[in-house]
């Protein structure tokens, strides 16, 4: 995982060449904090059956999906928006090491 995200912030730089290397790791790690690590860390459930470049690449639109439908749900219930960055991708990582945990602990 480290090594992709070295890979996309290499990428990012060369893209946004102008812009200073500090902005381009903030938003190559707020990618992959919103994007990739809450559907990873709940793709992990399988990890038997998937590799680590389909449960990389399947986390994308998983994490997508998670984050927006449960951000929509928290919005209704009443939390504004500025804490969901935060806490919605930390709530489903925090959900599927609790799964993992359980899981490895029955079996």
């Known amino acids: 995982m ?3 995200y070295v890979i996309a912030v290499i990428l990012f730089k060369i893209v946004f ?3 200073n ?6 938003v190559v790690s707020s990618f992959f904090w919103m994007f990739i690590l809450p559907g990873f860390m709940f793709m992990y ?10 449960r990389f ?5 998983v994490s997508a999906v ?5 951000s929509y749900y928290i919005s209704i219930i009443g939390l504004h928006i500025k804490y969901h960055t935060f806490l ?3 709530f489903w990582i925090i959900v599927s090491v609790i799964i993992i945990l359980f899981k490895k602990s029955t079996s």
């Open 2 to 4: 480290a090594i992709i």
């Open 45 to 54: 459930i399988w990890h038997q059956n998937i590799n680590f470049l389909e």
């Open 88 to 90: 919605v991708p930390a």
């Open 57 to 61: 690449i399947i986390s994308v639109p």
């Open 21 to 26: 290397l500090l902005f381009v790791v903030r």
């Open 17 to 19: 060449f102008k812009e």
């Open 66 to 70: 998670i984050v927006s439908v449960t």
